[in-house]
């Protein structure tokens, strides 16, 4: 598998979820101000400022798990491919629940949707081959 695309694609996702959580929090300490039309609807809203704080450990996990396989596979470690397929794993859940969530309420505006629904695309464009290949790396290792 060609790896720099994968680690290309991580390292902007990942980092852009450190930025977008390093800003709501913030925005929560009121240290910043974050115009209303950058916000999702209901973004004053109680439950759905829960609902979005729920993100914060799954989208801070696959961040650091993500980076963590950027850089293991630039030592050459075999641990990078188990790190990315969890990262990516993680990434594809989070962005799926964000999916559905917007889509029950039928709210689908493309500023946060798409978004969303890339992190739902992106990771099966890599996931399929890099299980593969990490099952034939074990296999050669273990032959």
């Given amino acids: 598998m060609r790896t720099r695309p994968l680690k290309i694609v991580i390292t902007?996702?990942?980092?852009?979820?450190?930025?977008?959580w390093t800003m709501a929090t913030l925005s929560e300490l009121n240290a910043i101000e974050v115009p209303p039309n950058l916000m999702y609807a209901d973004y004053d809203h109680p439950r759905v400022v829960a609902w979005n704080w729920s993100f914060l450990p799954i989208d801070l996990v696959f961040s650091i798990v993500g980076l963590a396989a950027v850089n293991a596979s630039q030592r050459g470690s075999p641990l990078w491919r188990p790190l990315a397929i969890i990262s990516l794993t993680l990434t594809l859940a989070a962005g799926g629940m964000a999916v559905s969530y917007w889509a029950i309420l039928r709210e689908f505006d493309p500023a946060w949707f798409i978004p969303n629904l890339a992190l739902v695309v992106w990771p099966l464009w890599f996931l399929p081959r890099l299980v593969k290949d990490t099952a034939a790396s074990r296999n050669v290792a273990s032959g």
């Avoid at 902007?12 to 977008?20: G, N």
């Fill in 12 to 20: 902007i996702t990942d980092v852009a979820f450190i930025l977008y």
